[in-house]
Every structure is written in C-alpha cells, then in structure tokens.
C-alpha cells in the first residue's frame, strides 16, 4: 500500500510539473528551392528560423521542459501536418528534453499541429495522467517562385512598371495607421472610428506603379491552386524587383495590405494560404489555408468583391471567372497594362495577351 500510494503522488508531481511545445527547428531546402537564389540580405528579413518553401524538409522539434527539478518518465505524441509523431523519454532533465522529426517534401500552406496528448507516469506504470493540446501551426509552407522576366510579356509589363506615370503621386493607395507628424486633413475619418484608431490616406509616391494580381477564386485542383501560387509569386518577385509595389487579390478575398505592397514575404504569406474554401470547387482545404481578414488596409469603401485600384494587372487562373475577367477589364479601361496566365484549357474571353502553362514546375 505504501509503495501504491508512493506512485500515485509521485505520479501526480510528475504530471503538474512537465510542459510540452512542438516548434520549427529547421529546414533543408528541397530541388528548385528559391532560397538559394535570393539576397542575404532579404533572407535576414524572412520568416525564422528559416522561411520553408514547397519541396523542402522540416525539422520539427518536440520539447518537454520541467519547473524545478528533473521529471519522467512522459511520452508525447499527435500530428503534424497529417504526419503521426510521438516520441518518449525516462527522464526530463531541468534544462529540458528536445526530440527532432524531420518532415518532407512539404506541400504549399499551413503545417497544423492538431491531436496532441502528454502522457506522464509514476516509474512503475501504476498510474498514467494525460493533457490534451491545442491545435495550431508549427509553421508556414510559401510557394515556390521563379524568375519569368526572360519571357516577352513578363518584359512587357516591367517597361510599364518602371514608365513614371503622370499624377500617379495623387492616386489613393489605402490606409495605414496614423503616425506621429502626419497631416491632420489625411486622417480617414470613417475607417478610425470603424476601427478604433486612428488611420490616414495613404497615396502612391509620384512615378511608382502598382500592379494588382488577380488570382482565380475557385481553383479546379489543388495542383491548379498551387500553380496559381506559383506564378503569382513569380510575378510579385519580378515586379518588387523592378521597384513597384504589388497587391495580391482574388474576388471574395480580401487583398493584401498596402502597407506590405514591397514585403516579398507578407505576399508569399497571402499566397500560402490561397485560397479560401468557397463553394464551387471538387477540393477542399483546412481551415488555416485562409487568408488573414484585411484589418487596416484598403479604404472602408473597398470591399472583398471589389478589386482594389492598380495602375496595372496580371490575371493568374484556371478557369473562366467573371469576376477576374471584369476586374483585368476595369483596369484596362482605366488606361492601365493588363495580361493573363492561365492554368489548363480553361477559355478566357479577354482581350489582352495569355499565356498557357500546365501544373508542373519549374515552367
């Protein structure tokens, strides 16, 4: 009876003691990885430890930490991004206890921890207790891009994102938050007292363009939806390359924010989690593959099925949206460049260049 008791007390210690966390430890960059292209410098500014792209390997780390003295024994086990993992120790020692997994070759979206349990023990087994985690992201897969300014029209649309455009200085971007010396009469009244804050106008510096992607809102596949992923970030490098500033949006998403127009990793981050699940397509995605709600970004008056206002327009799809072929026509019309990738056979009535690339990549 004494040892019994003994182990369940003990049991007990052991349980309220022990803390478990899952984290990002690493990643190994796979074939056609970007990273090996990109400046040092912009990779200083990217997501940490090391942004992850489609193809490359992750190193998952599963970490038990103690308060006080060493504890054990404990297993920890669940998913990661639909992988089963557990692993076990005897003991945690006091400066804790770190497992590693290796995960790979990663799709495009999110990494969802989700079913995580602690078990912990007395050393004989006669008592076991048990927490439950929540769910969450260990980390975020962007898409692969590449460089398509070899290609005429990706050449076409640098000549108007570099040609100054007269007034462009004048034209309203959006909105940011308000900062210390900024002009009173730029204040967005509206959009401060719907958000709580105060927010001003912010308007395009003279000679710099804005080119919008437009992405298809209903992608037939997940392989048509990654490709779609693929080529919009292509177009985002090139364009942030050249000097512009890039909004990245789809009908009935809300697009990125302006105030992340040359943050080549906010747009990757938007196109990671593209798209929402909406009705219409044979696939569906998790629930973290949804793009953030814009929080204070376009003007009040600009709303999901609005297209935001660009001085230029790639179409990127793989169907035939009405809504997409209206937005490129709204630009057009406005006086600015516009042109399409489509993914597939897919026939898009537009009078603008098309180019026509499958799924696979690189192209």
Do not use: K
Not at 180 to 186: A, K
Not at 199 to 220: K, W
Not at 313 to 334: F, K
């Amino acid at each position: 009876m004494a040892l019994v008791v003994a182990a369940y007390v003990y049991a007990q210690w052991n349980w309220r003691g022990l803390r478990a966390d899952l984290g990002l430890g690493g990643a190994r960059p796979g074939p056609d990885s970007p990273i090996e292209a990109l400046p040092e410098q912009l990779l200083r500014s990217g997501p940490l430890p090391a942004p992850l792209f489609e193809g490359d390997h992750a190193d998952i780390e599963l970490r038990l930490t103690t308060t006080g003295s060493s504890r054990g024994p404990a297993r920890l086990s669940g998913s990661v991004g639909g992988v089963e993992v557990s692993a076990a120790t005897g003991v945690v020692p006091r400066a804790g206890w770190v497992e590693r997994r290796t995960l790979g070759p990663l799709g495009r979206g999110a990494i969802v921890a989700s079913n995580w349990v602690l078990e912990s023990s007395d050393p004989l087994g006669f008592f076991r207790f048990r927490r439950t985690g929540t769910n969450g992201e260990v980390g975020l897969v962007l898409p692969r891009f590449a460089s398509l300014s070899s290609s005429p029209q990706a050449r076409e649309l640098e000549a108007s994102v570099s040609a100054p455009r007269s007034g462009s200085g004048m034209e309203l971007f959006g909105v940011r938050e308000y900062r210390p010396g900024d002009p009173l009469r730029r204040i967005h009244w509206r959009s401060s007292a719907r958000l709580g804050e105060l927010v001003v106008r912010e308007y395009e510096p003279p000679g710099v363009q804005t080119v919008g992607i437009f992405c298809d809102p209903h992608p037939p596949s997940r392989e048509a939806a990654d490709q779609v992923a693929r080529l919009a970030a292509s177009e985002a490098w090139d364009c942030i390359r050249g000097g512009g500033r890039v909004v990245l949006w789809a009908p009935g998403l809300e697009p990125s924010q302006p105030s992340e127009a040359r943050s080549l990793w906010a747009l990757l981050e938007w196109l990671a989690r593209y798209p929402a699940p909406t009705g219409g397509a044979n696939w569906t995605s998790p629930p973290a593959l949804v793009p953030p709600a814009l929080r204070a970004g376009a003007p009040e008056e600009s709303g999901e099925d609005t297209a935001p206002s660009v001085n230029d327009a790639v179409g990127v799809t793989a169907g035939d949206s009405t809504a997409l072929i209206e937005a490129l026509e709204t630009v057009q019309q406005r006086g600015g460049r516009i042109r399409a990738w489509v993914v597939g056979e897919a026939e898009l009535e537009i009078e603008a260049p098309v180019q026509r690339v499958g799924t696979a990549w690189p192209l």
